[in-house]
């Protein structure tokens, strides 16, 4: 069946290492997003892509980078640069042109 | 600047009561409004939505109401049920060249058994 799958779950990072954040979807979906979420807060916007080969930075996007080589994945590198990488990273999707976002189940990140 | 904001942080009721969660939002030239849910540790679920040519639609023991007069956006939860707590967001389809949605902080509803 259809959807939106992360993984892994949960996800550990060592000081100055880079981590991926995986992010893959069946609904031929055109547009994804990845958010960040903090304890008790909204959503962030990290970065999204509308289309192939092409992506867009959010509101935070510092200390992140993305990838867009395939339609159905969207994978997000939380890099040495993002002091504070500790959150909740959720990817969503939806087909062009329209405002209803997918959600995936999450990855939650912690630092060691 | 574009802001969408809930009136109520936190919201607590008995269950069986009608619960009503507000928000607000400042972009006027916004024509598309979302409501989701979020439990606790899940991406949040899409409940329902509603086009700024209405001002009212109605899903499964919900309905959304929408007053462009007053940029103001509500949820109302009929027959509240456990299962129903969770945090709820409202999200507004901006306007311009890339059409991002704006997502409020949450309210998070508390049902008491």
């Known amino acids: 069946d259809g959807g939106i799958t992360q993984s892994p779950k949960y996800l550990f990072r060592k000081e100055g290492q880079n981590v991926t954040l995986s992010c893959e979807q069946n609904l031929n979906h055109d547009a994804m997003y990845w958010y960040r979420q903090d304890p008790g807060q909204g959503l962030r916007l990290i970065y999204y892509?509308?289309?192939?080969?092409?992506?867009q930075k959010g509101d935070i996007a510092e200390g992140y980078s993305v990838s867009r080589e395939k339609k159905e994945s969207f994978p997000l590198t939380v890099t040495s640069a993002q002091k504070n990488p500790t959150a909740f990273y959720l990817c969503?999707?939806?087909?062009?042109?329209?405002?209803?976002?997918?959600f995936g189940p999450g990855t939650r990140l912690l630092v060691l | 600047g574009e802001s969408v904001g809930l009136h109520l942080p936190t919201l607590s009721v008995q269950e069986g009561d009608n619960s009503i969660i507000n928000c607000a939002y400042s972009n006027s030239a916004s024509d598309y409004f979302i409501w989701y849910k979020q439990e606790s540790g899940k991406g949040p679920q899409f409940i329902i939505d509603?086009?700024?040519n209405m001002d009212k639609r109605q899903g499964q023991r919900v309905t959304v109401l929408l007053n462009k007069t007053v940029k103001h956006l509500s949820l109302q939860i009929a027959a509240t049920q456990p299962g129903d707590s969770a945090v709820y967001f409202c999200?507004?389809?901006?306007?311009?060249?890339?059409?991002?949605?704006?997502w409020g902080l949450g309210t998070s509803l508390a049902v008491n058994p």
């Open positions: 969503a999707s939806t087909k062009a042109g329209l405002g209803t976002q997918y």
């Open positions: 999200a507004e389809f901006g306007a311009g060249n890339n059409r991002k949605l704006i």
């Open positions: 892509s509308q289309i192939v080969n092409d992506f």
């Open positions: 509603i086009r700024s």
